[in-house]
Structures are given as structure tokens and as C-alpha cells.
């Protein structure tokens, strides 16, 4: 048996105006051939995991590619056809299984529904291949992804922590039925809604209600594999939003399963919408706790669903109202970094920080703050993640700086990077543990590494692209109607 594993992710924020190019791929860790494998082998990412059964089989393993890039807005035409060749001319030479590792939410220049697209192609090489697709939670489900492949798994918890079982629930089904072994059949559908990213925390309701049906489902005879999607929406496509799909040995009862956890979904539209704060409010309330760490989540300028990193609405609002032992991660200012590294060490520095990047989708033109403040750490900003999500993967942050301005210290990065792992700061000489207040551009992921450490979380509502605020987006290609955009929507699963 010659099997194919590989990796090609991207989720696009169709309202970014980050360039999601090669470079930004080479920039996250782009490895071809033989190099793919020995990146993620001794990972908990789904790559490691197919690989780990394609070795139980005796098989010929062969990875033209493993790339990834942090969410930006849509891939290159140049970068989708070269990491797409990749797969496509190994699947050309011939193989008996395909292993994907996908996201389910990349946008290309040429292509709104850009696994759709591989899936198709891969199809049009080798029609009977049998193929496995992992998706990640924020998966925009298609009807090309589905057509196109014989099982499609979803992870069932954000922050995303179980992305190497899922590969192998799926992986088996996958290598059973090329063996004759199994015979499954999937059925999916959508709902009409599109939910916020910031609600759909898997320790949270909505979700965790729903996780928790798809793993009653799996528990049921005949059932293989059950998957409720939160949808990505901040990728501005036709097919965005709540999905669930199902691996069954009957349509039937996949149609059943199906019905119920989409029935499920709708019957909670209204949790799926995050209700805005004031944020001077917000940062007023995080200075009336005595105790700490408290984690402060400015989730409207997250790298993680495709912001720049670089607004300074939320931060300006903390050194405003004068909060005292606070660390930031992170704020992306590569000319900042350069500026902090020829002062050095000790030095004092007056910068205008972050407020590189216009953003035009939401109307707003890039802020610097001015501040004054104290060099007083460089890094090559590299750690290797120890906490649950990602474990084992080493994380290149690029030229990194440590800026103090006030109580306030602010680790500014040269490449963007969500803060998901205590390594973060770590690798600055920060103990998270014993920091009063933990500022981080993140919404969900941050719990992977941090969510022990806090004893008080609170949202920061301020500025940016991956905005939980409707009122700020123009959507003009997803499906209409959806809910909340069309408050009035009326559906249920059949109709």
C-alpha cells in the first residue's frame, strides 16, 4: 500500500488585508518531501497521526507537503497552485490512500472554496482514491469537500486540542474501507447561521452541548463518526457558517444524526452572538479585582482569525487608565523590533508602536501609539509549544522585543503570532503566573496554555478585522437568508 499524507492549511479572513503569499507560508513552517515528515512525526497534529497508521499498514508513506500559514486574508494564486501542485503531482504518480490534514475555511484569489477546489482536482486524477479529510472546528463545509473525498472528520474541541485522535478516527474509517473493511457513507447539511467565532469555546454552551450530542451519536451503532462545524465567519463566501456532517454505515440513519445535530445548532442561534461591552467599562472592572492573574482578551485584533496584530485601541486604553503589572502578547511591529534592537538592552526608547496596517474592510487607518518605555529583553522569538494544542511544534515568532512603558510590558513581534502557549512569554523571562493581568490577542485558543491561570477573564470590544461586531463587516457573497444578519430567518433541518 502506497500511502499519501499531507498538510495544507490556511483560514482566510476575506476581511483582512494581510497578503497570505509563499512567504507567509514559509514564514509558519513550510516543509516538502521527506521534510514534512520529519517536522510533524513527533507532533500531536494530525499529520503525525496518519502517518503513525500508515506505518501500522507496512505502507509506503510518501508527504509532498506539510504548509501552513497563520490567517490572513485570501492565499495567492501563485501560493494555492504551487502547494495544490504538490499533492496533485504525487497523487498523479499513483497511491491507494489519501491522508489530508485541511482546514476548511481557505480562500484563494481564484478559488472561494479552495479545499473544495483540491478535492475536485484530486477527484479528476484519481476518481476511486479513497481519501480522508481532518477539518479544523471553524470548517465552512461544502458540498465540493464532501463529493470529493470517501470521510470528512471535524476536531470537537476549541481550543483545538484533540487534532491528532480525530486524524486517526478518521484515518481508520478511511483505511478500512480501502481494505474492504468498512463501507461508509456520509451525509451533511447547514444551517442558515452564522456564528461568532468568540462563542463557539467548546467549554462553553452552545458548543459543548452539541460536542457533546455528536459523541452520543458516535456511541450509537452503525454511527462512525459525527461532526458539528462552528463555521468561519469572517471568510466572506457563499458557504459560510454552521454545518454538521456524518460518517454512517446507512444514509439513513447519517440523515437522522444529521437532522438532530443541525436541529440542535438552530434551536441555539442566539448563544452563537456575542453581546458587546464598553471597553473603557471592561479595563474599569479588570482594576477593581484583588486578585490575579486576570486575562484580558482584545479579540477584535487576533493573528489567529486573520487581524494585523497591530491595533493599540485596547492597549491605549489599559496605559489610559494607568493598570499596573500588565504583559501584552503580542503586538506585530517588525520595524519596532529593529528600532528596540539597535537601542538595545537598557535602553530608553520613544516609538511609535504598532499602527502599521490600514484596514479598509472595516474603514479604519493605521493608529501608531506613541510611547515611551524600556527595552528590556531580545529574542529570536522561537519556542517549542509544551501545552496541549500544537504540542511539539516550534513556534517562530521572528526578532522579538520586550518593551516596558510604565507597568506595562509589551512583547512586539516581528512575525504575527496568536498568544496560545505560556511559551510566549516565557521565552521573553515572563512568569504568566505571577502577572497580574495577561493581555492577549486571542479569543478561544489562549485556554490551551492559560485557561488554568486565570481567576477573572474579560473581553476587550476594541478595533480590528476579526471583530465579533456584524454592524462593521459588509457581507455581499454569503448565502442570504442568515441568521443574525437577517434576524427574521425561519428554518429547520428538511427545509
Not at 485570501?74 to 497552485?81: D, H, L, S, Y
Not at 498523479?92 to 483540491?118: F, K, Q
Not at 528590556?376 to 501545552?387: A, H, N, R
Request: charged share 20%; net charge negative.
Amino acid at each position: 500500500m502506497r500511502v499519501l499524507c499531507a498538510m495544507l492549511k490556511h483560514e482566510t479572513n476575506t476581511f483582512s488585508p494581510i497578503r497570505t503569499d509563499m512567504a507567509r507560508f514559509r514564514d509558519w513552517g513550510l516543509h516538502f518531501g521527506p521534510d514534512a515528515a520529519a517536522a510533524y512525526r513527533d507532533t500531536a497534529m494530525p499529520l503525525a497521526a496518519y502517518i503513525k497508521l500508515a506505518e501500522a499498514e507496512g505502507a509506503e508513506i510518501v508527504t509532498p507537503v506539510a504548509a501552513e500559514a497563520m490567517p490572513a486574508g485570501p492565499v495567492t494564486a501563485e501560493a494555492f497552485e504551487r502547494l495544490n501542485g504538490a499533492i496533485l503531482e504525487e497523487v498523479a504518480r499513483g497511491c491507494d490512500v489519501a491522508l489530508l490534514d485541511l482546514h476548511g475555511a481557505m480562500v484563494s484569489e481564484t478559488e472561494s472554496d479552495g479545499e473544495g477546489a483540491l478535492l475536485r482536482r484530486i477527484r479528476e486524477i484519481a476518481p476511486d482514491l479513497p481519501i480522508a479529510v481532518t477539518c479544523d472546528l471553524h470548517c465552512n463545509l461544502t458540498a465540493a469537500m464532501v463529493d470529493n473525498c470517501t470521510a470528512l472528520i471535524g476536531y470537537k474541541t476549541y481550543p483545538h486540542v484533540d487534532m491528532y485522535e480525530v486524524a486517526e478516527q478518521v484515518g481508520g474509517i478511511v483505511l478500512a474501507a480501502a481494505k474492504g473493511e468498512a463501507n461508509p457513507v456520509m451525509v451533511w447539511g447547514q444551517a442558515p447561521l452564522l456564528s461568532q467565532t468568540l462563542r463557539q469555546g467548546t467549554d462553553d454552551e452552545p458548543m459543548r452541548g452539541l460536542i457533546a450530542a455528536c459523541r452520543d451519536w458516535e456511541n450509537r451503532d452503525g454511527i462512525l463518526a459525527a461532526t458539528v462545524f462552528g463555521g468561519f465567519a469572517l471568510a466572506d463566501i457563499e458557504d459560510a457558517g454552521n454545518s454538521a456532517v456524518v460518517i454512517a454505515d446507512s444514509a439513513d440513519l447519517g440523515r437522522t444524526a444529521r437532522d438532530d445535530l443541525l436541529a440542535r445548532t438552530w434551536a441555539a442561534r442566539e448563544e452563537f452572538v456575542y453581546r458587546h461591552r464598553d471597553l473603557a467599562g471592561a479595563v474599569e472592572t479588570a482594576k477593581s479585582y484583588n486578585d490575579g492573574p486576570v486575562i484580558l482578551l482584545d479579540h477584535a485584533d487576533n493573528c489567529g482569525s486573520g487581524a494585523t496584530q497591530d491595533v493599540m485601541t485596547a492597549i491605549a486604553e489599559v496605559l489610559r487608565q494607568d493598570l499596573d503589572g500588565v504583559a501584552v502578547a503580542t503586538v506585530w511591529d517588525p520595524a519596532a523590533v529593529a528600532e528596540m534592537t539597535s537601542a538595545g538592552i537598557g535602553a530608553t526608547v520613544t516609538l511609535d508602536l504598532g499602527g502599521k496596517t490600514d484596514m479598509p474592510s472595516i474603514g479604519e487607518a493605521g493608529r501608531p501609539l506613541r510611547v515611551t518605555g524600556t527595552v528590556e529583553g531580545l529574542s529570536d522569538g522561537s519556542f517549542t509549544v509544551e501545552g496541549p494544542m500544537y504540542t511539539g511544534v516550534t513556534v517562530r515568532c521572528g526578532a522579538t522585543a520586550l518593551l516596558r512603558v510604565r507597568g506595562v510590558r509589551i512583547i512586539v513581534t516581528s512575525l504575527h503570532h496568536e498568544p496560545w502557549d505560556t511559551g510566549i512569554f516565557t521565552m521573553m523571562g515572563i512568569d504568566p503566573a505571577r502577572t497580574r493581568y495577561l493581555l492577549l490577542k486571542s479569543r478561544i485558543h489562549y485556554r490551551a496554555g492559560f485557561g488554568a491561570l486565570p481567576k477573572h477573564t474579560l473581553t476587550l470590544d476594541g478595533s480590528g478585522v476579526t471583530t465579533s461586531d456584524n454592524t462593521r463587516l459588509t457581507y455581499r457573497n454569503v448565502r442570504r437568508p442568515i441568521y443574525p444578519l437577517d434576524p427574521e430567518t425561519s428554518w429547520s433541518p428538511g427545509t
